[in-house]
Structure formats: structure tokens, C-alpha cells
Nanobody
Framework: QVQLVESGGGLVRTGNSLRLSCELS????????MGWFRQAPGKEREFVAA????????EYLDSVKGRFMIERDNGKNMVFLQMTDLKSEDTAVYYC?????????????????WGRGTQVTVSS
């Protein structure tokens, strides 16, 4: 069983930064890619970023490119989402996800394992 636990959410003002963390534990030997998604009230879950455990290539939602960065620490089995210049439209519950796939990473259905989410609220 794979467990994912997010942390680091909170309430910030527009233009500020937050760093989300996700700890991966359990039977994770088949996990190849980690991702971050978000879901705002009344909206569908949306891809934010993904990174493979081995390799430097990362994918991003267009609206967060240049503002968000996904990073990993293989030794600690952790993935991070550094968010800068936050905007009100970034307000959502952010979920960490894990998959054994290397393609189709923008689709929620590609991910087998999910954390419970952490709330990010950006106020003006």
C-alpha cells in the first residue's frame, strides 16, 4: 500500500509564496512519477505539475509555468511544490499523486495513489 501525505497549505495574500510538501511511504517500488493536482470548489480536479523519480523533465499547467516549481528529494521520498507569485485563482485543495506511468501525466485517471489534500487559499 502506498501512502501520500501533503502538508504546507495555508492562507496567503496575492503575490506571496508557499511550499507544499508530499511524503511518499509504503510499497512504492513501482512508482515512477509524482504529480500535483488541485481542485477548486465546483470545478474538476486539475493537473498542476508532474516529475519523474528519475530524470529532470517536469510538466506544468500553462498558467503556473514560471511561478510554480516541482522538486523531489529521492533520499527522503518527498516531492515539493514551490509556489510563488500566488494569485486568487490558485485557491484550491492541492493533492499529491503517484503513478507507475511515465505518460498521460496530466490526466487524474493516470494516477493510482492520492493524498488527502491540503488547502491553499490566496486572498487579495
Amino acid at each position: 500500500q502506498v501512502q501520500l501525505v501533503e502538508s504546507g497549505g495555508g492562507l496567503v495574500r496575492t503575490g506571496n509564496s508557499l511550499r507544499l510538501s508530499c511524503e511518499l511511504s509504503g510499497r512504492a517500488m513501482n512508482i515512477l512519477t509524482m504529480g500535483w493536482f488541485r481542485q477548486a470548489p465546483g470545478k474538476e480536479r486539475e493537473f498542476v505539475a508532474a516529475i519523474p523519480w528519475n530524470g529532470d523533465y517536469a510538466e506544468y499547467l500553462d498558467s503556473v509555468k514560471g511561478r510554480f516549481m516541482i522538486e523531489r528529494d529521492n533520499g527522503k521520498n518527498m516531492v515539493f511544490l514551490q509556489m510563488t507569485d500566488l494569485k486568487s485563482e490558485d485557491t484550491a485543495v492541492y493533492y499529491c499523486a503517484a503513478t507507475g506511468l511515465l505518460m498521460g501525466l496530466t490526466r487524474p485517471t493516470s494516477y493510482e495513489h492520492w493524498g488527502r489534500g491540503t488547502q491553499v487559499t490566496v486572498s487579495s
